[in-house]
C-alpha cells in the first residue's frame, strides 16, 4: 500500500477544523504524530488520520448505545 501524506490544510478540511483547532489536537497524545519532509516542511500520513477517526466514530457509536430510546 503507497503511504500518502497530506498537508497541514488537507487534515484541516479532511476533519472541518481550523488550523488551531488541528493543533489543539496535536498535543494530544492519541492523535497522529507529524512527519517531517525536511527544512519546515511537515504532513501527516492519511492512513493515521484515517485510522484515527474510524476510532473516534467508534467511540461515539459506542457512547451512543448507552442513550437508546
Known amino acids: 500500500m503507497a503511504m500518502r501524506v497530506l498537508k497541514i490544510r488537507d487534515v ?14 496535536c498535543k494530544r497524545s492519541d492523535f ?9 516542511l511537515s504532513g501527516f500520513l492519511e492512513h493515521e488520520i484515517d485510522e484515527w477517526l474510524e476510532v473516534q466514530a467508534a467511540a461515539r457509536v459506542k457512547g451512543m448505545a448507552g442513550h437508546g430510546s
Open 32 to 40: 497522529p504524530l507529524q512527519v517531517q519532509l525536511g527544512g519546515r
Open 12 to 25: 484541516c478540511e479532511k476533519l472541518a477544523v481550523s488550523r488551531t483547532a488541528l493543533w489543539r489536537l
